[in-house]
């Protein structure tokens, strides 16, 4: 089973390691304990979205362009679970370009005629 947290908190540490920053200069930022911002990285705290949005303002990371991130990561785990297939969670799961977005899986649907 894939796990929202240790997503999020991959693709934060993905994102602060994109940057070379370390976590006493995203959790000063961020004014989130050193030791608690390390925990929410390693996908063992489930973090407030509060915190979230304090933790991307810190990196200059958009919460919403994070959050399709791990929403493209999560798609595809568990498309790979339906089908039987372990797909180990975080970097490995979903190569990507550091820095780059997915592309979104597919477009929202939007109804006009409501």
Do not use: H, W
């Not at 976590?23 to 489930?46: D, F, I, N, T, W």
């Not at 979205?49 to 810190?58: G, M, P, R, V, Y």
């Not at 089908?83 to 649907?109: E, K, N, Q, S």
């Amino acid at each position: 089973m894939v796990l929202l947290r240790r997503l999020l908190g991959e693709a934060l540490r993905r994102r602060r390691q994109d940057q070379s920053r370390t976590l006493r200069e995203v959790s000063s930022v961020a004014r989130v304990s050193l030791g608690y911002l390390s925990e929410v990285e390693r996908g063992q705290k489930e973090a407030s979205s509060e915190l979230l949005s304090s933790i991307c303002d810190a990196l200059g990371v958009r919460l919403s362009d994070l959050l399709r991130e791990v929403s493209a990561d999560f798609e595809l785990a568990e498309m790979a679970n339906a089908g039987g297939i372990p797909v180990p969670a975080g970097p490995a799961a979903v190569p990507r370009p550091a820095g780059a977005l997915p592309v979104p899986a597919r477009a929202p649907v939007i109804d006009r005629a409501a």
